[in-house]
Nanobody, 122 residues
């Protein structure tokens, strides 16, 4: 069983930065990928970034490449999403998710956090 708890959302002006954190509780063995998805009002949930827990391989969605960075801390058991150069279109609820495979596909992820709101004002 995997449990995920997000924190760090908030409000920021265009061009600003925010850091999201996902606290991960998972079985000690086995590879997992931890991802960040986001969902804006009236839109489908969109992939942002993912990282493999053991090998630290990463993948990014096109809309966030070059602006967002995902990394993990084995000791703190957290996955962090550093978001820079934020735009109003980044406004969404951001969800942490876990899967057995590194993927951009929403259906791959079986464990989800409760979400944290990010608002970017123009």
């Amino acid at each position: 069983q995997v449990q995920l708890v997000e924190s760090g959302g908030g409000w920021v002006q265009t061009g600003g930065s925010l850091t999201l954190s996902c606290e991960v509780s998972k079985p000690a063995f086995g590879e997992y990928a931890i991802a960040w998805f986001r969902q804006a009002p009236g839109k489908e949930r969109e992939f942002a970034a993912a990282i493999s827990w053991i090998h630290a391989g990463t993948v990014y969605g096109d809309s966030v490449k070059g602006r967002f960075t995902i990394f993990r801390d084995h000791i703190k058991k957290t996955v962090t999403l550093q978001m820079n150069s934020l735009k109003p279109e980044d406004t969404a609820v951001y969800y942490c998710a876990a899967s057995r495979a590194l993927s951009e596909t929403l259906s791959t992820y079986e464990y989800w956090g409760q979400g944290t709101q990010v608002t970017v004002s123009s």
